[in-house]
């Protein structure tokens, strides 16, 4: 957490953000970034997130949500809409601050450079 807090005071600082969406499927994280950015002395700083349980709505599972739509253990219709929504919002942001791993990060990353 103190890395990504670190990353959006830099952004906050230089682009005078008032608000942050956190693409996350971590609970604890959004109060997590909302006290590290009020230790800071930018608690002014809106911070949202989807109040979306994706660990309830496709279920717990050490396996990659690709290979839990290959064998059939969720919705592949609800997965399609949640990533496009997820899509859609990310690809709206003004600045993203993410970890380039997903795939999901990349393509939103290419939303945003349009």
Not at 49 to 61: Q, T, V
Request: glycine letters at 10%; charged letters at 20%.
């Amino acid at each position: 957490i103190a890395v990504y807090v670190d990353a959006l005071l830099s952004v906050i600082q230089a682009y005078q953000v008032s608000s942050i969406f956190l693409a996350t499927d971590d609970p604890t994280v959004l109060g997590d970034i909302t006290q590290g950015l009020e230790r800071e002395g930018h608690g002014h700083v809106r911070v949202m997130s989807l109040d979306f349980d994706r660990g309830e709505a496709f279920g717990a599972s050490p396996l990659f949500i690709e290979h839990r739509v290959e064998g059939g253990l969720v919705d592949a219709g609800l997965v399609a809409e949640s990533s496009v929504l997820d899509l859609m919002l990310l690809g709206e942001c003004d600045v993203l601050v993410a970890g380039m791993a997903s795939q999901l990060a990349r393509l939103a990353l290419s939303l945003i450079a349009r």
